[in-house]
């Protein structure tokens, strides 16, 4: 059942992305990140008090870091979903994976400190080979569909991904102390809302648009549910080899930006970017195995 959970978690995030692509012909990004804030605000409000979860915490610094990260991220992926094709769009978000085995490798490397007693640690080649391979896939991802103007959209599309990575980590840590899923997401949800109505200050405001306007609700409610399905899929996970099934179905996402870019907004991505993104799947599916080997109690990527 928890992998059922998953697939859905990956579908509405991907109906998501048609939403806010569908919005941003009418709202710029920072409005955006507003009205998903203050949607999904409301709606995991009324889940930590069905659930009975206080909204107070321990650990403000925590949570401030986790949104700071958090809301960089999803603006940049908000502003990328209205620049490129949805395929290309999503695929930029879900390299998080290898940016996170990226960090791991790094990290054991930079704290290292040389000497007769502590010989350098190894260097992980299989999980370098996935950083690599997973980023010679975003490079030919890049090449034929990132031209001209879209080759900014590219750099910040790279960079949501590394923020991404960010904010899960932060999320690990949270969740190592004990801080429920709901009271997590509610404030990164609270500072969506601020964050995305003080950039508005900068951005101006769009002209209301009318009935396009509705896409606004679904854009927030499906990000919420999204969540909450993610949540449930690792919850029900009996064991790590379960919870390793789960983060490697997330990149269904992928499949059903795919089918959506394709019916929808009639996207043809040419072959050379297909096979870009089945190595960014593969690379981030074996870097996520590694990982999980390297750690076996280690929790998976959570968006």
């Not at 709606?43 to 107070?56: C, E, F, H």
């Not at 992980?124 to 391979?133: E, I, K, M, S």
């Not at 999204?226 to 996970?237: D, F």
Request: proline share 6%; hydrophobic share 55%; with cysteine.
């Amino acid at each position: 059942m928890q992998a059922l959970w998953m697939v859905l978690a990956a579908f509405l995030f991907a109906s998501m992305g048609v939403c806010v692509k569908l919005a941003s012909a009418h709202f710029n990004a920072a409005e955006l990140v507003f009205y998903r804030g203050l949607i999904s605000m409301a709606v995991l409000w009324l889940l930590a008090r069905r659930q009975g979860v206080a909204l107070g915490t321990h650990y403000p610094g925590m949570h401030a870091w986790r949104s700071l990260v958090g809301v960089t991220s999803l603006g940049c992926w908000f502003y990328v979903l209205g620049q490129l094709p949805l395929p290309t769009a999503m695929t930029f978000n879900y390299t998080s994976s290898l940016w996170i085995a990226a960090f791991l490798v790094g990290g054991t490397l930079l704290a290292w400190r040389p000497s007769g007693d502590a010989p350098r640690p190894p260097l992980q080649v299989p999980l370098v080979l996935c950083v690599l391979v997973g980023f010679g896939g975003i490079l030919m991802m890049m090449r034929p569909s990132l031209e001209g103007s879209q080759g900014f959209a590219g750099v910040v599309g790279m960079f949501s991904g590394m923020a991404t990575a960010l904010a899960y980590m932060q999320v690990v840590a949270l969740s190592r102390l004990g801080e429920p899923e709901a009271r997590t997401v509610f404030y990164f949800a609270t500072a969506c809302a601020v964050a995305g109505g003080a950039a508005l200050f900068v951005t101006g405001i769009s002209p209301w648009p009318g009935w396009p306007a509705l896409w606004l609700l679904p854009l927030g409610l499906l990000a919420a549910g999204g969540q909450l399905c993610m949540t449930l899929a690792y919850a029900r996970s009996p064991s790590a080899r379960g919870t390793l099934v789960v983060a490697n179905l997330q990149y269904t996402g992928l499949i059903f930006a795919a089918i959506y870019g394709v019916l929808v907004f009639g996207d043809r991505p040419p072959l050379i970017a297909w096979v870009g993104m089945l190595l960014i799947i593969a690379s981030g599916i074996a870097a996520t195995v590694l990982r999980a080997r390297g750690t076996p109690d280690a929790p998976v990527d959570e968006r």
